[in-house]
């Protein structure tokens, strides 16, 4: 078993210590947000991932885990920080991991390894880590063992999937990718495959939820294609999908997440080859304008109504609200509410249009979330933009009544369209 430190307790560090930590390993938890640290030195998580409480206790429990604000010496050191997008350069902010590098760079010894995990543009784990890390007098390759290795796992199944994903890694040597094989192999079930660099890992990590987007935005297109041909777009891509090799993904509100509407920027840093994928970025950002002019299509107008959207978690079944395609959704109708003419001419400062959240599963006390029935009481129209299961079983006769206006749009395919259309509220699909 190992010493390890991991660096930044968010939400892959955690998780990804709490694992080590139950396999046995002597793990340090890092991070330096000295607020967090004493939270889970009390055993108070905030993300809210299934099983993840008694995942990290058990971990702390048995003193496998210990949370610091000191970073010591280990054999292995694993860096899982966030790497922020800006959102005007499309840059990517690697402060929290050159910080990182910095931090480990003085207590390193000879045979120690350092991973990266955090996901960044390729190239950054040769061109920014490691010469921080060589500021030690070490050289990594020779001296210290130095790796990319991605996390690949799904917000909602994250336990799980840390054990079942196959693992990419890709070292600076191949003494540093075994090295990396070695440790990972304590508790990945899956596959580990290998890299010949780390610029390679980087880059199969980035374009795997780069082809994931951009096919979504293809599901997109296509059903906006669709609807100017009054065809149904969801039953048309499950029929092109029977044939072997078609897999087109399912259109809906746009992507969030932490990941698929990043990642794809990272591959732009270093090459002017972007083109495809940036404009898959823009479909996918532009539904928010698209479910807004369906909406004025199917009101006239948008002012002076009540829109209700339900789900402002970033997809079904989970409470994450990174990245939110329901709130892109209500600050795209606030904002083309806000330049009608009509209202720009006016004085009065009242809001152009009223806005309600509901979300079963956020709890996120920031976010003005009313109750399902304050949310559609008097509401013009309803936008479904979540697809949890909560929202498959509502009733329709029991949300007509309350309602002022009739229209439904279902940008996730979740409502029974037969039982929908039988209390007057036909939904529009997106
Ligand atoms: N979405 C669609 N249509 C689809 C599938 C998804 O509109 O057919 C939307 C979702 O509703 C959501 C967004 O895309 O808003 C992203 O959701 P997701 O389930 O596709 O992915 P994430 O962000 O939860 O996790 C992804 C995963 N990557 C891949 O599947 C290639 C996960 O395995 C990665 O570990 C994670 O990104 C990450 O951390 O990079």
Not at 56 to 75: M, W, Y
Request: aromatic fraction near 4%; hydrophobic fraction near 40%.
């Amino acid at each position: 078993m190992s010493s390890i430190c991991v660096h930044g307790l968010g939400y892959i560090g955690l998780p990804t210590a709490a694992m080590f930590a139950n396999y046995g390993h002597d793990v340090v938890g890092f991070d330096v947000n000295d607020q967090l640290v004493s939270e889970l030195k009390s055993g108070e998580i905030r993300i809210d991932e299934p099983g993840l409480r008694a995942f990290v206790n058990q971990a702390l429990d048995s003193s496998q885990l210990t949370i610091d604000d000191e970073i010591p010496s280990s054999e292995y050191h694993i860096i899982c920080v966030p790497t922020p997008l800006d959102d005007e350069t499309k840059r990517v902010n690697l402060s929290a991991v050159e910080e990182a590098a910095a931090g480990i760079a003085p207590t390193l010894r000879t045979g120690d390894t350092v991973i990266l995990e955090s996901t960044v543009p390729p190239g950054t784990t040769v061109s920014t880590v490691k010469p921080i890390l060589e500021r030690s007098g070490l050289d990594a390759g020779e001296d210290i063992a130095l790796v990319h290795c991605p996390e690949t796992v799904m917000p909602g199944n994250i336990i799980t999937e840390l054990t079942e994903n196959e693992r990419i890694i890709g070292g600076v040597n191949g003494v540093s990718t075994a090295a990396a094989v070695r440790l990972y192999e304590t508790f990945v079930e899956s596959e580990i495959r290998t890299m010949v660099d780390a610029t390679t890992a980087e880059f199969v990590k980035l374009i795997q939820n780069t082809y994931r987007d951009a096919n979504i935005a293809l599901a997109n297109e296509i059903a906006m294609l669709a609807a100017d041909y009054g065809v149904d777009s969801r039953e048309a891509i499950q029929l092109a999908n029977t044939h072997p090799r078609v897999d087109i993904h399912q259109p809906g509100p746009g992507v969030g997440g932490h990941c698929l509407p990043i990642d794809p920027w990272f591959l732009g840093h270093d090459s002017d080859e972007i083109d495809l994928i940036a404009h898959a970025r823009e479909v996918n950002d532009g539904m928010a304008g698209y479910i807004v002019d369906l909406l004025e299509e199917a009101l006239g107008s948008i002012t002076e109504r009540k829109i209700a959207i339900l789900g402002v978690a970033y997809k079904g079944g989970v409470s994450d609200i990174r990245m939110s395609p329901g709130l892109h959704l209500a600050e795209e109708l606030q904002d083309r509410a806000l330049h009608e003419p009509a209202v720009e001419a006016r004085t009065d400062g009242d809001s152009p249009i009223q806005v309600s959240l509901h979300d079963p599963q956020v709890t996120d006390q920031t976010l003005a979330l009313e109750t399902l029935e304050d949310a559609v009481l008097d509401a013009d129209a309803i936008v479904v933009t979540t697809d949890h299961s909560e929202y498959e079983s509502l009733d329709p006769a029991s949300i007509a009544q309350k309602m002022a206006g009739n229209v439904v749009v279902d940008t996730r395919a979740v409502l029974d369209e037969a039982e929908w259309a039988a209390a007057d509220l036909d939904p529009i699909r997106v």
